[in-house]
Structure formats: C-alpha cells, structure tokens
C-alpha cells in the first residue's frame, strides 16, 4: 500500500527519496486501477472491465444483463481507486514542493518548540 510511504514521506520534512518512492507506489497503483478498469482481453483476462462488460451485453439474455450491471459496479468502483489515488498524488506532489516550510513556520510561531514535542 502506498499509504504507509506516503505517511513516512509526510514525517521526513521533504526527504526526495521518500517522495519518490512514494509517488512510484502511488503511480503503480494508479496504472493497476486503469488496467482492472480496462479489463484488456489478453492482459487482464481476470478483470471485469469495460471490454468483458461489452462482451457480456452482447451475449444477450438475461445472464449476460446481470454480470454486465455486475461489471459495472466493478467498473464504479475501480474509477473510484483511481480517483482517489489521484488526489493522494496531487496531494503528496503538494506537500513535497512545501517542504518543510510549514513546520518551521509553526516553529517561528511558537518560539522554537520542536513539532515532536509540542
């Protein structure tokens, strides 16, 4: 999960190494998302996608309707993922061009308490 490195990413004050791991593992999963979103016939045969959702439709009847409505909610749901793996990228490209600009500011606040032990 990229979660756990982008939080170690957030407690570095801008550490490049730990922002670029965490935006490699958050721009794996996003292409893992499009992937199982796509459902491409020969790469992801296992993935109910956009492709398998046209097949089941076209197969017609009312067992092909259901898994094709099912494959939609699959569909739903990945875009989901991906929306949301998206904004934690926006999110971490923001925080690492900040920097550490933020805790020393709250440091200038405060008088030179260090955040660890406010």
Same mark, same amino acid.
């Given at each position: 999960m990229f979660y756990k490195s982008q939080f170690g990413s957030a407690q570095t004050d801008g550490a490049t190494y730990s922002y670029i791991r965490s %935006?490699?593992?958050?721009?794996?999963?996003?292409?893992?998302?499009? $992937?199982?979103? $796509?459902?491409?016939?020969?790469?992801?045969? %296992?993935?109910a996608g956009v492709f398998p959702m046209l097949q089941q439709f076209q197969s017609g009847g009312s067992k092909g309707t259901a898994f094709g409505i099912m494959f939609i909610i699959n569909i739903c749901l990945w875009g989901l993922a991906g929306v949301g793996c998206w904004v934690c990228l926006g999110l971490a490209v923001k925080a690492y061009r900040r920097g550490d600009a933020l805790r020393r500011q709250n440091e200038d606040r405060m008088g030179g308490i260090q955040m660890n032990q406010a």
């Open positions: %935006f490699l593992l958050i721009m794996i999963h996003m292409a893992w998302c499009v $992937l199982m979103l $796509l459902g491409i016939p020969n790469i992801t045969s %296992f993935s």
